[in-house]
């Protein structure tokens, strides 16, 4: 985001005097849950490090869950054997 930022600002007339206010802890990507692929990963999956054969990457980034009961509850993956 602050890469961002910079381009933003060194680049595009007008935004030379931008200001970054706020900027969130965790980058997530919204509306995740609508991508729909063979296989849908389930809460378990992520948070036991599933393996699978056609995997392009491992992520070590937190999950948050939304539901009626609770709200937003957020789980981190803590395994650290998969740290590079």
Same mark, same amino acid.
Do not use: W
């Given at each position: 985001?602050?890469r961002?930022?910079?381009?933003?600002?060194s680049?595009?007339?007008?935004?030379?005097?931008?200001?970054?206010?706020r900027?969130?802890?965790?980058?997530? @990507?919204?509306?995740?849950?609508?991508?729909?692929?063979?296989? *849908?990963?389930? &809460?378990t999956? %992520?948070l036991?490090?599933s393996d699978?054969p056609?995997r392009?990457?491992t @992520?070590?980034?937190h999950?948050?869950?939304?539901?009626?009961q *609770?709200?937003? &509850?957020?789980? %981190?993956l803590?395994?650290?054997?998969l740290?590079p």
């Amino acid at each position: 985001m602050l890469r961002m930022f910079e381009f933003l600002t060194s680049t595009i007339p007008g935004c030379e005097r931008a200001v970054l206010k706020r900027m969130a802890l965790f980058a997530v @990507a919204r509306e995740a849950y609508r991508t729909f692929g063979e296989y *849908v990963m389930s &809460e378990t999956d %992520f948070l036991q490090a599933s393996d699978f054969p056609d995997r392009v990457c491992t @992520a070590l980034h937190h999950t948050d869950l939304h539901n009626g009961q *609770v709200g937003c &509850e957020v789980k %981190f993956l803590g395994n650290e054997e998969l740290l590079p």
